[in-house]
């Protein structure tokens, strides 16, 4: 079985999985999408708990690239 690295992303409870042969692959995709997604994808206030959570508090993306000799 070939190893391979996989490059997850989560934004408001999707998540998309890619493969890649090389880490290096895996890194260059998630800067292009990460920095794409940085134009695009934007948090409102959002109430929680009775509290108030402004836009930079919160967390719009998740990316984590996962494979062999990956920490």
């Known amino acids: ?3 391979s690295y996989t490059l997850t992303l989560r ?3 999707d998540s ?3 493969r890649f ?3 290096d692959g895996a890194l260059d ?3 292009t ?3 794409a997604m940085s134009q695009t994808v934007r948090k409102a206030t959002t109430k929680s708990l009775g509290r108030e959570y402004e ?3 919160l ?3 998740r990316a984590e690239v996962s494979g062999p000799g990956v920490r």
């Open 59 to 61: 967390v719009a993306v």
């Open 11 to 13: 934004r408001e409870g």
């Open 21 to 23: 042969v090389t880490v």
């Open 1 to 3: 079985m070939a190893r």
């Open 29 to 31: 995709t998630l800067e």
């Open 33 to 35: 999408e990460i920095r």
């Open 16 to 18: 998309e999985r890619q």
């Open 55 to 57: 836009p930079v508090e």
